[in-house]
């Protein structure tokens, strides 16, 4: 991998004379549709407020969280009350996202301990995932949703979280993406000021730094989080800004609202639900800026936009996220699996509508090749552009064009871990019509007095009526063997179809695969190696904002740039004094920590405030003067002396300020300006 700060712009391909001559020439009904795909993070059902009491769900955490952009999709396309994930985890369900198959077809989300306990390299452990160092990744016989799109003739682009493999060959430009930016894996994958931890590595799975990359280089490490839905929202617009007749297929898989809840400053402490409130409405307003941008743009009518995530809100991060549903992420309860779900197309999907139907992740892939395939334009059909691939996903235009005896899928199955070799071992339960059949159960505890595990005979639910799954059936009612007749026959159909695939998760892992723009001790000693952007380990954004600050504990815990190649000895005498509490505006404006009247107050203190310290980060902020304020907690920045201009050698400034309770500065290292002295100076 390469670095650069330099972004590189989807491709331009014609010109807008070109998209009007095409625009006269075609009608609508003609035009090949454009697609986007928002594909949330961890996101659970209940964690946005559409505000429709005709469905369970979908109340914002009981009305904490404001999705207003997403409600405007919902109001105006059709919404789903069972929309499943693949998986209970993000690669497997990724994996599925883009090939429309089960991930167990696949051979991601395994476990390591379980199935590969000599993998090379750090091991996974227990994580389903695949790592931000891994070996494997989506293989590459199975084609890919953007791969078929190509072959349409669409332009492709993809912003934000991929997982499914590091090497370049596994990246999205390789899979059939013209361009691509954002974070590989998940945003707690890499340390990060929101992740930092202790500073030190940890692989597998926190390596490095955090990376931002496009295409194949790496542009930001870390990456600032606080700005990730801005970068990849411009990154977007600016796609859909760039007038072109040519179709497109847009993928969105925002990083947002996996763990560490980030979000801008914009919206930190705006939720009553807290920062995962504060990271759906941050993730809420991009999708809104995107949305914005394309009704203002010549495909609006004509461009099918799908939203859902990859699988339930975890325990940790939510406990209400998946209510009224048991169960979260990495479970096979409901609440693991089942997501919110809506799909929008103005003139084609009936506005306010609720589809009942059991749909999926894996629908995307038909239903948007289906529909691609079915313009006059398209000179492919599904078949000679799938062929004989078997695909698990249904086509979901009938359902979505409210046509007669429309269906989803008739059966769904639930797997604990993807493994075609022991198929029947992992597969927890099968959903048919109504009801779910767990053989075992994975996560949370069944309602008493069942017990958790292995179930015999297999604990049935009627979710029609029981979508808590509070109230299992008596296996001795007609009701329950009827649907286990059913359910059986549909399990065993499935089994036959699987065959054995590589483990990918089982490949391993090599640090030499991890993402690094460079060895970064020399220039930046007191951060993690491979630190492209130390600024980012403090971001302004956020600890200079007083509302973000004061409950971000992450602000306090920068690590010290001194002792280091970067921290020389300040010997130079004292050329002036600050004041930081004039006419509201603080002398030395730009602000490292502290507090200053009128401009970063509530911004944190540190206790390890010097001469030394603050000359360093001065000096990385391109400054000529510093002064450390309070004692020794705060440290300000500026190009000039400040409103005071007092020339002083005495090494004392006596100015009214805040800072202390007798309301005068004094002493050394207060309120003393100095000149910035560079690394390895000489005087």
Known sequence: FTTSIDLIAPNKMLS??????????????????????????????????????????YTGGNHTISTPNIKQLADEGMVFQTWYSSFHVCSPSRASMMTGRYSIRVGIGISNNDYAPNAPG????????LSAECIGGLPLNETT????????????????????????????????????????????????????????????????????????????????????VSKYVTFITDFLKDADATPFYMYVPWNHVHGPNSCSAQFCNTSVHGP????????????????????????????VVFFTSDNGAPRGGDASGNTPLRGYKTMTWEGGFREPGIVWWPGKIKAGSVSLEIASTMDIFPTI????????????????????????????????????????????????????????????????????????????????????????????????????????????????????????????????????CVNQNGRGNDPKYAFCSGDSKGKYPQFPNCTMNPENWNPVSICNNTRCA????????????????????????????????????????H????????????????????????????????????????????????????????????????????????EECGGANTNIVYKTVQPNHVF
């Open 145 to 228: 949703i953007a791969e078929h799109m190509k072959t349409l003739g669409y332009r492709t682009l993809m912003a934000g979280k991929w997982h499914l493999g590091v090497r370049e060959m596994y990246m999205p430009v390789a899979r059939g993406f013209d361009s691509y930016l954002g974070i590989p894996f998940s945003q707690d994958m890499g340390m990060s000021f929101w992740e930092t931890i202790d500073y030190k590595p940890r692989a597998p799975f926190q390596p490095v730094p955090l990376p931002l990359v496009n295409n194949f280089t790496i542009i930001e490490q870390p990456t600032d989080l606080s700005q990730l």
């Open 122 to 129: 750090p091991s996974s452990g227990n994580n389903l995932v």
């Open 276 to 303: 995962v409130g504060d990271a759906v409405q941050d993730v809420d307003n991009g999708i809104g800026e995107v949305m914005s941008t394309l009704r203002s743009s010549p495909y609006a009518s004509n461009t």
């Open 591 to 662: 602000i490292i920590t502290g507090h200053c009247e009128g401009q970063g107050r509530g911004v944190p203190e540190r206790d390890d405030m010097t001469l030394e310290v603050c000359n360093a980060y001065c000096v990385a902020a391109n400054f000529a003067y510093f002064g450390v304020q309070y004692g020794g907690t705060g440290c300000f920045c500026g190009n000039s002396y400040g409103s005071q201009g007092a020339n002083t050698t005495t090494g004392a400034c006596s100015l009214p300020c805040i800072g202390n309770s007798s």
């Open 369 to 500: 090749i289906s529909i691609a395939t079915s313009s006059s334009q398209s000179t492919h059909t599904y078949e000679s552009l799938v062929g004989d691939v078997l695909i698990d996903g249904v086509d979901l235009s009938a359902v979505l064009f409210g046509k007669d005896n429309a269906s989803g899928h008739e059966c769904y199955m639930f797997y604990a871990q993807a493994v075609a070799s022991d198929a029947e071992k992992q597969l927890s339960a099968v959903r048919c019509g109504d009801y779910k059949v767990y053989y075992f159960t994975v996560g949370d505890n069944p309602p008493p007095p069942f017990k958790p595990g292995p179930q015999n005979p297999p604990m049935m639910f009627n979710l029609a009526k029981d979508y808590g799954e509070d109230f299992p059936l008596s296996p001795s009612s007609s009701e329950y063997q009827v649907a286990m007749s059913r359910i059986s026959a549909a399990k065993q159909a499935h089994l036959a179809t699987i065959t054995p």
């Open 550 to 589: 004061r409950y971000n504990k992450a602000c306090r815990k920068q690590p010290s740039p001194c002792p280091g190649t970067m921290c020389p000895a300040v010997t130079t005498k004292p050329v002036g004094c600050f004041n930081d509490h004039k006419n509201g505006k603080c002398d030395l404006p």
């Open 16 to 57: 807008i004379t070109l998209l009007v001559a095409s625009m006269v020439a075609s009608s609508p009904a003609d035009t090949k549709p454009n697609f986007i795909v928002f594909f949330v993070d961890d996101m659970g059902m209940n964690q946005i407020d559409i505000g429709n009491p005709n469905v369970y769900g």
